[in-house]
């Protein structure tokens, strides 16, 4: 559980720290999983951004 809450705030803090103004985390209290909202985001990137992240050993599922 304790490692559950700091990988949140790991989170919190680079989504805060390294996106862009506008980008929205939703869920996170609800456990393991979080909804990333990326308004300035061109739909012909988020397939690059997928892989990017799946790099960076980030799993991301797109919503739109």
């Given at each position: 559980?304790?490692?559950?809450?700091?990988?949140?705030?790991?989170?919190?803090?680079?989504?805060?720290?390294?996106?862009?103004?506008?980008?929205?985390?939703?869920?996170?209290?609800?456990?393991?999983?979080?909804?990333?909202?990326?308004?300035?985001?061109?739909?012909?990137?988020?397939?690059?951004?997928?892989v990017?992240?799946?790099?960076?050993?980030?799993?991301?599922?797109?919503?739109?």
């Amino acid at each position: 559980r304790r490692e559950n809450e700091r990988r949140r705030a790991v989170l919190l803090e680079a989504v805060a720290h390294h996106l862009p103004l506008g980008a929205q985390l939703g869920g996170v209290a609800a456990g393991l999983h979080a909804v990333l909202w990326l308004p300035h985001l061109r739909p012909e990137d988020e397939p690059r951004v997928v892989v990017a992240a799946g790099e960076a050993g980030v799993g991301i599922y797109p919503v739109s």
